[in-house]
């Protein structure tokens, strides 16, 4: 058998046993949705959203890229924040990176990968500001997964600094913002930071709302 076809095997056997365990399954889901959380992720295999987290069709609105990146210029990203945002009302975004990410160990490397080059280098950046943080970690593996959390803060600080979500804190005190890191080798998501709404941020980042 070709392999994609066991996907859409598999897709048949999962629908049918979702409507036997809740025959209005898929009549509430087809009508809106409402998620309450906006995960921005790695596009790795091995780290689903809504499998690690236990969660079901519905429950998250997903955006994932390589290194889960929060770039002002990512046209994909910004609109999907936006409708999060603005439109569905998330209360939490979450910016997972997980240990062993190829993408942050390509920027740690000097190896080349085409266009992916421009896309990783602000995790560059993010090395160069904490050099010293980074090399302290150790080998190669612990300063690449040093790096993996400090970037997830750095696409945090990226959230925080954009019109969207210091609007919605102004005026809703919501989103809350959420850095976690999944560990490729035990399953487990690691708690790391969370900056509530409101948060200080330097005031050159700081858009006038008009209150
Ligand atoms: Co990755």
């Given at each position: 058998m070709e392999s994609y076809r066991k996907l859409l095997e598999a897709n048949q056997a999962w629908a049918a046993e979702k409507l036997r365990t809740s025959p209005d399954f898929f009549r509430g889901l087809a009508k809106e949705q409402k998620p309450e959380f906006?995960?921005?992720?790695?596009?790795?295999?091995?780290?689903?959203?809504?499998?690690?987290?236990?969660?079901?069709?519905?429950?998250?609105?997903?955006?994932?890229?390589?290194?889960?990146l929060v770039n002002p210029t990512d046209l994909n990203l910004q609109g999907v924040v936006s409708f999060a945002v603005e439109f569905l009302k998330v209360k939490h975004i979450i910016v997972c990176g997980h240990y062993g990410c190829g993408g942050i160990k390509a920027a740690l490397s000097k190896q080349r990968y085409g266009i992916l080059d421009d896309w990783l280098r602000q995790i560059k950046d993010t090395f160069f500001r904490h050099e010293d943080e980074v090399r302290d970690a150790g080998g190669f593996d612990a300063q690449a997964d040093k790096l993996v959390e400090l970037n997830v803060h750095e696409q945090l600080r990226n959230l925080v600094k954009s019109k969207v979500i210091q609007q919605a804190w102004v005026e809703e005190r919501r989103p809350t913002l959420?850095?976690?890191?999944?560990n490729l080798s035990d399953g487990r998501l690691k708690n790391l930071y969370k900056i509530e709404p409101g948060a200080h941020m330097h005031d050159i980042y700081q858009f006038d709302f008009g209150r």
């Amino acid at each position: 058998m070709e392999s994609y076809r066991k996907l859409l095997e598999a897709n048949q056997a999962w629908a049918a046993e979702k409507l036997r365990t809740s025959p209005d399954f898929f009549r509430g889901l087809a009508k809106e949705q409402k998620p309450e959380f906006l995960w921005i992720g790695c596009s790795d295999s091995r780290v689903p959203a809504e499998e690690v987290t236990g969660t079901q069709p519905g429950e998250i609105f997903t955006h994932r890229n390589i290194a889960n990146l929060v770039n002002p210029t990512d046209l994909n990203l910004q609109g999907v924040v936006s409708f999060a945002v603005e439109f569905l009302k998330v209360k939490h975004i979450i910016v997972c990176g997980h240990y062993g990410c190829g993408g942050i160990k390509a920027a740690l490397s000097k190896q080349r990968y085409g266009i992916l080059d421009d896309w990783l280098r602000q995790i560059k950046d993010t090395f160069f500001r904490h050099e010293d943080e980074v090399r302290d970690a150790g080998g190669f593996d612990a300063q690449a997964d040093k790096l993996v959390e400090l970037n997830v803060h750095e696409q945090l600080r990226n959230l925080v600094k954009s019109k969207v979500i210091q609007q919605a804190w102004v005026e809703e005190r919501r989103p809350t913002l959420h850095g976690w890191v999944y560990n490729l080798s035990d399953g487990r998501l690691k708690n790391l930071y969370k900056i509530e709404p409101g948060a200080h941020m330097h005031d050159i980042y700081q858009f006038d709302f008009g209150r």
